[in-house]
């Protein structure tokens, strides 16, 4: 593998970096949401998600573009088999972030209902357990 190979791997790590900023981030401002807890302020959230899905999709195209670029350019398949395997599984993890988000809020919502912390620790479990 030639040095521009290389380079495109560390640009992966440095995307994949930033994808762990951004998920900081979007904790942190769905604890923010939530601590407005009776009368949720909803607006800066939802600016929150609009900004966040917006780095996220940014993020996959350069990702994408690498996959390319190592699929076309340098013929690397057993990386572009990873970087797809990788891809898939952060499409999972955000879809698994936003249900574990929903069910935190309803969790709240109702109190110590048995249910919704069942429902908690199930996306939790499957979070934790998955490989994210």
Known sequence: MGSECHQLIREFYGLQEE????????EEGF???LNTSPNYDF???RQLVHDVTQEFQRISSDVIAIRDRLRDD????EVVKLLEKIQDEEKKKLQLT???QVARQVEIDNGDVDHYKEEVTQVIHVLTYSGN
């Open 98 to 100: 936003a249900e574990f």
């Open 31 to 33: 604890e923010t949401y």
């Open 74 to 77: 340098y013929n690397q398949v």
């Open 19 to 26: 994808r762990i900023k951004v998920y900081r981030r979007f």
């Open 43 to 45: 607006a800066p959230y």
